[in-house]
């Protein structure tokens, strides 16, 4: 009997591959020739052996080809890629910016120029400047290949997680700048780090820092180390640069945009300080002495001067935030259409200039005008001096009763209207669940009260605070931060080198009730007031402002065209936000007669004052407003001082009010920039609410209070005290209208003051006895 072979003879231990070649070459014979099927058990061996054999054989051939791609892509980019030439480099960072007002006229030009921009040699830069730099950005530069491997592998981290990190040493960030390339993709870094090794290849280290600091971007409209000394501190040798000096202008190289955010110049400045001391560049001593180092005024190369110079850095600012910042457009020369008006510019300079001629010149103003169909920002005085601080959109101030239209928007939306009621008498003690009653008077007792049942309509005409704040007591504080955030204040701004909350506590929560009359926490920008108001003037429709409608190279082409950003202010039906807006109009119109300053010709203008008392003198104001507008034009003027609460006084050492010498501004502007141009009218508010007035109102006048003996009545100023002489009408307030508020732990009220009246003649500001 045969036996299989198999099974008979035991099989001697072989190497895989032979038993696997052994078996796919041919069947299994015995020595008669006979052949044998392999068993189940082993014919699945075979195959697994067989799978795995192709395994290995892919992967052996996919880790060569992981090795060699890299190698080969590298060799064939260092064949392509051209190192950049520092001094073409430099010729194509100097490239022209023209600016433009809206009607074609220049307004500026930003060219540095051969005589701004000095190219150094490497023997010109002293230690201080170097270590900086290499403390800042590229601590191994004098040892690494042109690009460290550690700070790449962390940039790759990085976008892959979404976050954004350089990961360049100076010979990238020397090649990126040369050839324009930001955008955050691998390949970029991959060419940036070949270009990086072939410059390092072939020149010397010298020659890369040199080509660096004569072309990056310090900030300041500075190329160039050389340009960036002269820029910040006024220094023509660079070997008279401190070291602190030199960690100003290192720490700006991350973020040149941000030359004037002064605590991110400190923060960069301590970083590259403590780097410095890190690496042995400067010792503990100095380190520990040492404050950041004082800049000059930012020099001007645009040919601008005085507060236009304002309007050249809110250009520059609005392009940054829409991709076109100052150093991305000098590489390739650009126009910049604007939407100033250079008439209506020159009006709001004029009228400014008039009104204050003669009068102390601690007074700080600011003047904002905002095209209400658009959002176009047709003229923007934000100082005298250019470059100074910005007073328009650099500072928050209290908006005293100017504030009040924000009361009325949320009044209407709770379903209130212009014949509401309330009781105007002064002065009126509230019961709002403290110790004390809070009393709340009108600017005066005597003559300012249109009695117990007052409509809103005559208590915004007479700016009656006894009545905003109990309405504000009904209807809440969050709905008034709400409406004024729907018309237009943002939520948030960035002041005093801070982001800031508006009308909100310090916790985030509702603002207090001072909000009611404009204080307290009722802390806006004057320029985002002019926007507010053009809501109003718009209908209900808020119109995000700008300065630049686009930008366009030399051959003509549009690289940015402005796109409308507009939106429904106050109600998700068009109709309902229309007819809020318009009713808060028609309330809004009569202050101007009231206040004697009605716009010429007949054209319809409506308005508001505001004042804000100085909080330990309540004779004195500290801050005074007027905002207004017309159908195609809304304009709010600030006036205060730069040390902050201090007395706001004439030439004559009387008190300034909003209706005074800001009106005077206002209306000057208006008249002047207006003039010629065809006069809108306000349509016709539907009523809302209690519309009509529920019977004649009886107002109270003072004898004595004669426009011809006290022209400045003061009617809208907000006084509060817990001691008088005239019994208060009292209203008790359960606590229920505080939820949602922070009441006042102790009885007394915001010291925000207003007025609605004229100040006919410079110097006259003159508060009556009958004022309000």
């Known amino acids: 009997?045969?036996?299989?072979?198999?099974?008979?003879?035991?099989?001697?231990?072989?190497?895989?591959?032979?038993?696997?070649?052994?078996?796919?070459?041919?069947?299994?014979?015995?020595?008669?020739?006979?052949?044998?099927?392999?068993?189940?058990?082993?014919?699945?061996?075979?195959?697994?052996?067989?799978?795995?054999?192709?395994?290995?054989?892919?992967?052996?051939?996919?880790?060569?080809?992981?090795?060699?791609?890299?190698?080969?892509?590298?060799?064939?980019?260092?064949?392509?890629?051209?190192?950049?030439?520092?001094?073409?480099?430099?010729?194509?960072?100097?490239?022209?910016?023209?600016?433009?007002?809206?009607?074609?006229?220049?307004?500026?030009?930003?060219?540095?120029?051969?005589?701004?921009?000095?190219?150094?040699?490497?023997?010109?830069?002293?230690?201080?400047?170097?270590?900086?730099?290499?403390?800042?950005?590229?601590?191994?530069?004098?040892?690494?290949?042109?690009?460290?491997?550690?700070?790449?592998?962390?940039?790759?981290?990085?976008?892959?997680?979404?976050?954004?990190?350089?990961?360049?040493?100076?010979?990238?960030?020397?090649?990126?700048?040369?050839?324009?390339?930001?955008?955050?993709?691998?390949?970029?870094?991959?060419?940036?780090m070949v270009a990086a090794y072939k410059m390092s290849e072939q020149q010397d280290k010298h020659d890369i820092l040199t080509a660096y600091l004569n072309t990056v971007y310090f900030g300041r409209g500075a190329y160039g180390v050389k340009t960036a000394a002269k820029a910040y501190f006024g220094v023509d040798d660079l070997q008279q640069v401190t070291p602190a000096q030199a960690a100003v202008l290192a720490g700006m190289i991350q973020s040149p945009s941000r030359s004037e955010d002064l605590p991110y110049v400190e923060e960069r400045w301590n970083y590259v300080m403590n780097q410095m001391l890190r690496f042995n560049w400067i010792d503990s001593t100095y380190r520990e002495t040492e404050k950041v180092p004082e800049r000059i005024s930012l020099t001007e190369q645009s040919g601008l001067s005085g507060p236009r110079l304002h309007i050249r850095d809110q250009v520059l600012e609005e392009m940054a935030r829409v991709g076109w910042d100052q150093e991305k457009v000098q590489k390739i020369g650009v126009t910049v259409h604007t939407t100033i008006d250079p008439k209506m510019q020159q009006s709001a300079e004029d009228a400014v200039n008039q009104v204050l001629d003669g009068q102390p010149e601690d007074l700080k103003t600011s003047l904002s005008a905002v095209d209400p169909t658009s959002g176009a920002v047709r003229a923007y005085y934000a100082g005298e001096d250019g470059a100074g601080q910005d007073y328009a959109r650099e500072t928050l101030q209290e908006a005293g009763s100017s504030f009040k239209p924000f009361d009325l928007v949320a009044a209407l939306q709770a379903g209130k209207g212009l014949g509401s009621t309330y009781d105007g008498r002064s002065p009126k003690s509230f019961d709002i669940g403290t110790d004390k009653p809070l009393v709340i008077r009108n600017a005066s007792d005597r003559g300012n009260s249109c009695g117990e049942q007052c409509p809103v309509r005559k208590a915004m005409e007479m700016?009656?605070?006894?009545?905003?704040?109990?309405?504000?007591?009904?209807?809440?504080?969050?709905?008034?931060?709400?409406?004024?955030?729907?018309?237009?204040?943002?939520?948030?701004?960035?002041v005093y080198g801070e982001e800031r909350k508006l009308l909100?506590?310090?916790?985030?929560?509702?603002?207090?009730?001072?909000?009611a009359l404009g204080g307290g926490e009722a802390q806006v920008r004057p320029f985002d007031m002019a926007s507010a108001y053009a809501t109003f003037a718009a209908r209900g429709v808020y119109h995000e402002p700008f300065f630049v409608s686009k930008i366009t190279k030399d051959d003509g082409e549009a690289i940015y065209q402005h796109v409308d950003v507009s939106r429904v202010a106050f109600d998700a039906d068009p109709t309902k936000s229309q007819n809020i807006a318009d009713n808060v109009t028609e309330a809004l119109r009569p202050v101007l007669k009231y206040s004697r300053l009605e716009c010429a010709g007949g054209r319809e203008c409506a308005g508001k004052t505001g004042t804000h008392e100085l909080p330990d003198d309540a004779g004195q104001n500290s801050k005074a407003w007027m905002v207004g507008y017309t159908p195609t034009l809304s304009a709010s003027v600030w006036m205060g001082k730069n040390e902050g609460n201090k007395a706001l006084q004439d030439a004559r050492g009387n008190p300034i009010f909003g209706g005074g010498l800001p009106g005077q501004i206002w209306k000057?502007?208006?008249?002047?920039?207006?003039?010629?141009?065809?006069?809108?009218?306000?349509?016709?508010?539907?009523?809302?609410?209690?519309?009509?007035?529920?019977?004649?109102?009886?107002?109270?006048?003072?004898?004595?209070?004669?426009?011809?003996?006290?022209?400045?009545?003061?009617?809208?100023?907000?006084?509060?005290?817990?001691?008088?002489?005239?019994?208060?009408?009292?209203?008790?307030?359960?606590?229920?209208?505080?939820?949602?508020?922070?009441?006042p732990t102790t009885p007394t009220a915001p010291t925000t003051s207003d007025e609605n009246d004229p100040d006919p003649g410079p110097g006259n500001n003159v508060r009556p006895p009958g004022g309000g």
């Open 463 to 494: 700016s009656l605070n006894t009545v905003f704040y109990e309405m504000v007591l009904e209807i809440g504080t969050q709905p008034v931060a709400d409406a004024a955030f729907e018309a237009g204040i943002p939520k948030t701004v960035n």
């Open 668 to 743: 000057k502007f208006m008249d002047n920039a207006l003039a010629g141009s065809e006069s809108g009218r306000f349509p016709k508010a539907k009523p809302m609410g209690q519309y009509d007035n529920p019977r004649p109102v009886v107002t109270t006048t003072n004898p004595s209070t004669n426009p011809s003996e006290n022209p400045d009545r003061s009617r809208d100023r907000t006084t509060t005290q817990e001691t008088t002489t005239t019994p208060p009408t009292t209203t008790t307030r359960p606590p229920r209208p505080c939820t949602g508020l922070v009441c």
């Open 1 to 192: 009997m045969l036996v299989p072979v198999h099974q008979s003879l035991p099989r001697e231990p072989e190497l895989l591959t032979h038993r696997e070649d052994e078996v796919e070459l041919e069947p299994f014979y015995d020595e008669d020739g006979y052949d044998y099927e392999l068993t189940e058990a082993e014919a699945k061996a075979v195959r697994r052996k067989k799978l795995w054999r192709r395994v290995r054989r892919t992967t052996y051939v996919a880790l060569g080809l992981m090795l060699l791609a890299p190698v080969v892509a590298f060799a064939i980019a260092y064949q392509v890629v051209e190192v950049p030439n520092p001094e073409q480099v430099a010729a194509d960072q100097s490239k022209v910016i023209s600016i433009r007002y809206a009607d074609g006229s220049e307004m500026a030009r930003i060219a540095l120029g051969e005589a701004n921009r000095t190219l150094v040699k490497y023997e010109d830069l002293p230690d201080s400047i170097k270590n900086a730099v290499f403390a800042a950005e590229d601590p191994t530069f004098e040892t690494n290949l042109g690009f460290d491997m550690r700070a790449i592998a962390r940039a790759v981290w990085y976008q892959a997680t979404g976050r954004e990190s350089g990961g360049s040493g100076l010979t990238q960030q020397y090649v990126k700048e040369a050839t324009d390339q930001s955008d955050a993709t691998l390949a970029r870094k991959f060419n940036e």
């Open 504 to 515: 909100s506590n310090e916790t985030g929560g509702p603002p207090n009730i001072g909000i």
